[in-house]
Antibody
Framework: QVQLQESGPGLVKPSESLSLTCTVS????????WNWIRQPPGKGLEWIGY???????NSNPSLKSRVTMSVDTSKKQFSLKLSSVTAADTAVYYC???????????????WGQGTMVTVSS | DIQMTQSPSSLSASVGDRVTITCRAR??????LAWYQQKPGKVPKLLIY???TLQSGVPSRFSGSGSGTDFILTISSLQPEDVATYYC?????????FGPGTKVDIK
């Protein structure tokens, strides 16, 4: 079945960069637009950005200056880098996929299990 | 950015009750709206997209309606396994903002 798995450090120091990778299995890397979403402890969901297998990206204006996303189609992986992190970036980070049919998005139908990232010295 | 609001922020209802959750966008988003269910400690799950299309495998007691700025998620007969927080999300243009969530539990 289709699965996403996030990987990356669980602890990042303030002012450093957070780097996460999501590995896709059970489907083609071109089947979805691939997204990053985060959820601070006890709070709601925040969309970070998406990338397509072409390398086309778009991100939340509130984070845009700090977000870099990339895709490695040969490894069926996509990645997030968030720079200059602070304690406010502490959250569970999810990767998720959104199928797009004839240009129409259909919500995020595949989610990874999420990975907790804590920003602390 | 188009902000999303949800009401109520929480509700408590009895098993078998009809439950409605409202989501409102500050600007017209047509039908570019999804609903998600997040059970405690679990990953969000897509329930509905395009405002009213039920995702495959989702029980038919869940339904969505609305267009433009006002949307409703209905649970026709609340079940114990429906205890969760429900989020709406717009996806017409970026950012794909989520609503603040509505927490549903059993009375």
């Amino acid at each position: 079945q289709v699965q996403l798995q996030e990987s990356g450090p669980g602890l990042v120091k303030p002012s450093e960069s957070l780097s996460l990778t999501c590995t896709v299995s059970g489907t083609s890397i071109s089947s979805h637009y691939w997204n990053w979403i985060r959820q601070p402890p006890g709070k709601g969901l925040e969309w970070i950005g998406y990338i397509y297998n072409s390398g086309n990206t778009n991100s939340n204006p509130s984070l845009k200056s700090r977000v870099t996303m990339s895709v490695d189609t040969s490894k069926k992986q996509f990645s997030l880098k968030l720079s200059s992190v602070t304690a406010a970036d502490t959250a569970v980070y999810y990767c998720a996929g959104a199928p797009v049919y004839f240009g129409a998005w259909r919500g995020f139908d595949i989610w990874g299990q999420g990975t907790m990232v804590t920003v602390s010295s | 950015d188009i902000q999303m609001t949800q009401s109520p922020s929480s509700l408590s209802a009895s098993v078998g009750d009809r439950v409605t959750i409202t989501c409102r966008a500050r600007q017209d988003i047509s039908n570019y709206l999804a609903w998600y269910q997040q059970k405690p400690g679990k990953v969000p799950k897509l329930l509905i997209y395009a405002a009213s299309t039920l995702q495959s495998g989702v029980p038919s007691r869940f339904s969505g309606s609305g267009s433009g700025t006002d949307f409703i998620l209905t649970i026709s007969s609340l079940q114990p396994e429906d205890v969760a927080t429900y989020y709406c999300q717009k996806y017409n243009v970026v950012p794909f903002t989520f609503g603040p969530g509505t927490k549903v539990d059993i009375k």
